[in-house]
Nanobody
Framework: QVQLVESGGGSVQAGGSLTLSCAAS?????????LGWFRQAPGKEREGLAS???????LVSESMRGRFIISSDNAKNTLYLQMNSLEPEDTANYIC???????????????????WGQGTQVTVGS
């Protein structure tokens, strides 16, 4: 089973940066199509932020484009999310997810991802 463990969250002031990490185990690029980042703020639905798929493609949501950068270290099975110019609205629990079906390719819909980490909290102050 795929296991995902996030780290790197914390508190930062507006305009600051954080880089999140997701250590993935039991994940194969040949069998599992996507690794992505989502976030969920209290009272809001889970929001897809960015993903990397097994075909080498990346997808970043329009609202995050230019601020958030997704990358991976395949040798370490680690996914990263570099977050810049953070705003208070970015405050949320940031969650790493894995999609094992082809349906996750080209979408940031949470319904297309089967495995989820516990998340790491990011709090952005004013």
């Amino acid at each position: 089973q795929v296991q995902l463990v996030e780290s790197g969250g914390g508190s930062v002031q507006a305009g600051g940066s954080l880089t999140l990490s997701c250590a993935a185990s039991g994940f194969s690029a040949y069998n599992d199509h996507c690794l992505g980042w989502f976030r969920q703020a209290p009272g809001k639905e889970r929001e897809g932020l960015a993903s990397i798929n097994s075909f080498g493609g990346t997808l970043v949501s329009e609202s995050m484009r230019g601020r958030f950068i997704i990358s991976s270290d395949n040798a370490k099975n680690t996914l990263y999310l570099q977050m810049n110019s953070l705003e208070p609205e970015d405050t949320a629990n940031y969650i790493c997810a894995a999609g094992i079906s082809f349906g996750c390719v080209g979408t940031l819909s949470a319904t297309k991802y089967e495995y989820w980490g516990q998340g790491t909290q990011v709090t952005v102050g004013s």
